[in-house]
């Protein structure tokens, strides 16, 4: 099992940069693919970005590309999304996932991961 902790969300204004770390628990944070998510007010949680176990593969939602980067330290059981040029439409609750279903595998589906954070907000104002 893994637990997952979210922190470095906050109000940033639209242009702005935050990081976002999330840090799992248990020693067997490498065999895990990561995500990240996101859910706005009203409406379903959407799938941001993911990593495979080692960071070889990196995946991203088409509205994030070029802004947002996932990376991840498996020596500190941590994965992180660097979000640049924030946009007002990207405020949110983040989560971060954990899925044991293959560690080369990149997932953007929800029901994919196992184990989900308590997630942080993310609020751009404009």
């Known amino acids: 099992q893994v637990q997952l902790v979210e922190s470095g969300g906050g109000l940033v204004q639209a242009g702005g940069s935050l990081r976002l770390s999330c840090a799992a628990s248990g020693r067997t944070f490498s065999t895990y693919s990561m995500g990240w998510f996101r859910q706005a007010p009203g409406k379903e949680r959407e799938f941001v970005a993911a990593?495979?176990?080692?960071?070889?593969?990196?995946y991203y939602v088409d509205s994030v590309k070029g802004r947002f980067t996932i990376s991840r330290d498996n020596a500190k059981n941590t994965v992180y999304l660097q979000m640049n040029s924030l946009k007002p439409e990207d405020t949110a609750a983040y989560y971060c996932?954990?899925?044991?279903?293959?560690?080369?595998?990149?997932?953007?589906?929800?029901?994919?991961?196992?184990?989900w954070g308590q997630g942080t907000a993310v609020t751009v104002s404009s």
């Open positions: 990593i495979t176990w080692n960071g070889g593969r990196t």
């Open positions: 996932a954990a899925s044991s279903h293959g560690p080369s595998t990149i997932l953007t589906m929800a029901p994919s991961y196992g184990y």
